[in-house]
């Protein structure tokens, strides 16, 4: 009796190396890089020389390669070049206006930032009174130290040698006495000594004036 034989025929040897080592670089062919289920990979068919790469994909290798950022599912961002997802924050265009405003984020025209949001910091225009006063920040300029601050300081009158300035400030001076005080307090004194060696307030304010020792005493 004849035996029949099984007929063979040359077939590729299977890889003993385990699952973990496959790298997609491993196949270099479209079908089996698509659907293979031992790694998660997918065909670059748009390269100049066709792979299989790994998916998710990653963009930033396709920086400045529009096609195949594109196709591969990428963003694709026109104003830099950048393959990636737009998400850029605005503080890297502080300094540029037109990158800043095509991103969508806010310019400050006063301080040349640019941020997500129209955030503003007073004391960023101490010393320039116009940027001060139409930042619409609620900004309030203060023209004797040259700042800009949050809100109106309420002026320190008693630190006012000057009558111009001491008016300026809201305050009320006191000509006799030489003295700055605020609008309703109470102008007065401590003590007539005060005006010792100093004739004409010692007397304009009640006191008493030893014109020998020039002492001005209380009465």
Known sequence: MQHLQKKTVDCPEETDAPESE????????KNSCDNTELISCIYNKWTDVPMCIDFPVDCSLYTDSKDECKKLGCEWDKHTGNCGELDAPCDLYHGDKSMCKKRGCIWN???????MEWAIVCS????????CKNSNGGCVWQKFTETCTDEEVIPECHAYNDSTECKQRGCAWNKIMSRCF?????QTF????????????CKKLDCVWDKKTEICSDP
């Open 22 to 29: 496959l790298v997609c670089a491993d196949f270099d062919k």
């Open 109 to 115: 025209k006063f301080t040349e930032i640019c941020s």
């Open 124 to 131: 960023d225009f101490n010393g320039d009174k116009k940027s």
């Open 182 to 186: 605020y609008e309703d307090e109470e």
């Open 190 to 201: 401590e003590s007539c000594s005060e005006w010792n060696n100093n004739k004409s307030p």
